[in-house]
């Protein structure tokens, strides 16, 4: 799938499934943007593959506990999924077909896969988008949380206030940090880390691509269009940076940086480099 039909097709997603958008899919469509050679229906199938065999473990007669525990088992000890610690910033950690394929991966595509091969068995697993590691929590259990990341490592909220504070020591703690996300948030969350990745390789067209991605999930999030409107600047873009400003400027009631984003469309509409 080329970088147009994946826009288009995560669009399709969201249009049709805008309060539950398929997480697994929609993760897919974020990878083949980036990777043409993605299969989606194969990558869905190897999906159901290994929950049917994750399932001859798990029955519904166990508490959720227990079922942590066995999937557990299924997913870090046979398939042998783990947390890429020696090259966390790789691209590739955030394509669930990649995560699979090395059985490496950083804590929300771990955990996605987690959700998501729990779903296919009936375990109501959800999103717990902590600043700094994803985690993920059982719906009818709320006691624990669990760290896919670390071999699925059982967590009590105090456990994840101190493993926040090891990441993220700047930030004060607050248990809102373990309320669960939506899909849509789980998805974003990819494309800002995968931003991020890009820019620090200096890879601007993927990193525009990500925001592209983004604005598709999030079209009412304005400051996706200003980001992606100063890339666009910053790669002599200049029309296209003139379009992404100036809706963000005029659909942006009150916001710090507007003075700024102002001085960009001036430079533009000047044809004048960058403002310092």
């Given at each position: 799938m080329d970088k147009i039909s994946a826009v288009a097709s995560l669009q399709s997603l969201v249009r049709k499934n805008s309060s539950a958008?398929?997480?697994?899919?929609?993760?897919?469509?974020?990878?083949?943007?980036?990777?043409?050679?993605?299969?989606?229906?194969?990558?869905?199938?190897?999906?159901?593959?290994?929950?049917?065999?994750?399932?001859?473990?798990?029955n519904s007669e166990q508490n959720p506990l227990q079922m942590v525990n066995a999937?557990?088992?299924?997913?870090?000890?046979?398939l042998g999924l783990i947390g890429n610690e020696s090259n966390y910033y790789d691209p590739r950690?955030?394509?669930?077909?990649?995560v699979l394929k090395n059985r490496t991966g950083i804590p929300i595509t771990l955990s996605l896969i987690y959700i998501e091969i729990g779903r296919k068995l009936g375990i109501p697993f959800e999103g717990v988008g902590m600043p700094g590691h994803f985690l993920v929590r059982h719906a009818n259990e709320v006691s624990f949380y669990i760290d896919p990341f670390h071999r699925g490592a059982i967590l009590s909220k105090d456990e994840c206030a101190n493993l926040m504070q090891k990441t993220?020591?700047?930030?004060?703690?607050?248990?809102n940090f373990l309320l669960p996300i939506?899909?849509?948030?789980?998805?974003?969350r990819i494309l800002r880390n995968l931003c991020a990745i890009w820019l620090q390789q200096r890879q601007t067209a993927n990193a525009i691509l990500s925001l592209t991605l983004l604005i598709t999930l999030q079209p009412d999030e304005l400051g996706h269009y200003r980001d992606r409107g100063m890339l666009f600047y910053q790669s002599n873009s200049p029309g296209?940076?003139?379009?992404?400003?100036?809706?963000?400027?005029?659909?942006?009631?009150?916001?710090?940086?507007?003075?700024?984003v102002q001085r960009v469309i001036n430079s533009i509409q000047l044809g004048e480099n960058l403002p310092n």
């Open positions: 958008i398929p997480l697994y899919e929609g993760a897919l469509i974020i990878a083949s943007a980036f990777d043409p050679d993605v299969e989606i229906s194969e990558q869905l199938t190897l999906l159901d593959n290994l929950s049917h065999a994750a399932r001859q473990d798990i999937l557990n088992s299924y997913l870090f000890d046979h950690n955030s394509f669930v077909n990649q993220n020591p700047s930030i004060r703690w607050s248990d939506s899909n849509i948030e789980i998805l974003a296209k940076a003139l379009d992404d400003l100036s809706l963000y400027l005029t659909k942006t009631v009150a916001a710090p940086d507007k003075w700024y």
